[in-house]
């Protein structure tokens, strides 16, 4: 049984470029979250998806950052125009259709270092 | 809107002493309560849950938390602390699906002693 993976786990980039990371959920899951964490503090909701369908999302997500999951399986995590304070550990968790607890199955998140 | 404090940021306890990580949650409903665990560089690894029931709930490696409705408190508890227990944790209030699937308390890093 594989579980959520992520990837790169790590990425260093340079102020201004552009990075993508990648998440593969739980086979069965249809539901889809990304959230971040920055040092010190606990992960905040970024945006979830069902199926394909991005169905919410949060302020902290602004127009440098579009996340996508075209065929309803991996999704991708774009940002453009990296700045220093998109710092942060990147993680990717999944669900199944019939979760109604919140419970969630995290990966081992991506980390992010601009310079 | 649901929420999640944990009073302590950092906690150093001595192997083999016993172990409380305090949470509180605001949350209009009935919650549905996680503890996570966070080893350094890390995804988050599922603890234990409270859904209903009992309100003493049993996790892995030995850890258990006692929901009280009454103080709004999910604290997490472990008799005796091994170092490979030094990690961040942390408590999480659940409310269904999209944003408010999990709600994080900013956590609590512990540390062993030998």
């Known amino acids: 049984d594989t579980g959520v993976s992520q990837d790169p786990r790590h990425k260093i980039t340079k102020r201004g470029q552009n990075v993508t990371f990648r998440c593969d959920p739980i086979s069965e899951h249809n539901r889809l979250y990304w959230y971040r964490q920055t040092l010190g503090q606990g992960p905040e909701f970024l945006t979830y998806?069902?199926?394909?369908?991005?169905?919410?999302k949060s302020r902290l997500l602004s127009d440098r950052f579009s996340a996508e999951r075209p065929k309803g399986s991996f999704s991708t995590l774009e940002i453009q125009r990296t700045e220093q304070g998109d710092s942060a550990m990147y993680l990717c968790a999944s669900s199944p259709r019939d979760e109604k607890t919140g419970e969630l199955f995290f990966g081992e998140g991506s980390r992010l270092t601009v310079l | 809107a649901q929420s999640v404090t944990q009073p302590d940021i950092h906690i150093t306890v001595s192997e083999g002493a016993s172990l409380e990580l305090r949470c509180n949650y605001s949350?209009?409903?009935?919650?549905?309560l996680f503890w996570y665990v966070q080893s350094p560089g890390q995804g988050l690894q599922l603890l234990l849950k409270?859904?209903?029931?009992?309100?003493l709930v049993q996790g892995i490696k030995g850890f258990e938390a006692e929901f009280k409705r009454s103080q709004s408190s999910f604290n997490l508890r472990k008799p005796s602390v091994h170092w490979s227990d030094a990690a961040e944790y942390f408590c999480?209030?659940?409310?269904?699906?999209?944003?408010?699937?999990?709600?994080f308390g900013s956590g609590t890093r512990l540390q062993v002693q030998p």
């Open positions: 949350y209009g409903a009935t919650p549905y």
């Open positions: 409270y859904f209903s029931g009992d309100t």
């Open positions: 999480a209030v659940g409310a269904g699906t999209g944003r408010r699937a999990l709600t």
């Open positions: 998806f069902q199926n394909e369908a991005q169905l919410e």
